[in-house]
């Protein structure tokens, strides 16, 4: 279901973007999440699967428009008609961006990660979230939450936990920009 984006250059012998293959592709996707080239049976890049992604994000906030729809055809149809204001209408604003952000990629671009990523920290800075937030599921629990890490952290220092946005930078070490920006394949 999944196919390299890049290969070597025959000339070269580096690493480079696999050119997009003519004509109509195989479907690969859901058709619930897929983007619109995916329909097309356009080839599939980096884009696409951010796309999916997004998709995915509306479904967890509001559902779909379409997420009743089993047809391809129809679902296609939906989503084209479908304005942004429609598919995030009480969606964070920042998927807007994000939205408006993607429309702009081409298969062979390198998405901003970082950029979507700071989109999404954004959003959560603003309504005072947290990565070690409960879950809606458990709200309604009156125990502490406990994470791998605090428990193994109580277990060999003799000292006080670590605060909240501490332990939240050593749950997620790999979010800073260098990271992001790292460019491991050079593409």
């Known amino acids: 279901m999944a196919r390299s984006f890049v290969a070597k250059d025959d000339a070269t012998g580096k690493l480079a973007i696999r050119k997009p293959r003519e004509g109509d592709q ?17 080839e599939q890049g980096r884009v696409d699967d951010l796309w999916a992604w997004l998709y995915m994000l509306v479904e967890l906030h509001i559902g779909l428009p379409w997420n009743r729809i089993g047809n391809e055809k129809v679902i296609l149809a939906q989503k084209e008609k479908c304005s942004k204001e429609d598919l995030f209408r009480t969606c964070p604003r920042e998927f807007f961006k994000i939205h408006d952000y993607l429309k702009t990629l081409k298969y062979e671009d390198r998405p901003d990660y970082y950029g979507l990523y700071s989109e999404c920290l954004a959003g959560l800075k603003r309504v005072h979230g947290s990565f070690l937030d409960r879950y809606e599921w458990e709200m309604d629990t009156n125990e502490d939450v406990a994470t791998a890490l605090s428990i193994s952290e109580s277990d060999w220092k003799p000292h006080k936990p670590l605060g909240k946005s501490k332990l939240a930078h050593k749950s997620y070490p790999f979010t800073t920009k260098a990271v992001f920006e790292k460019n491991i394949l050079m593409l």
């Open 26 to 42: 195989l479907f690969r996707g859901t058709p619930r999440y897929c983007s619109l080239n995916t329909h097309y049976r356009k």
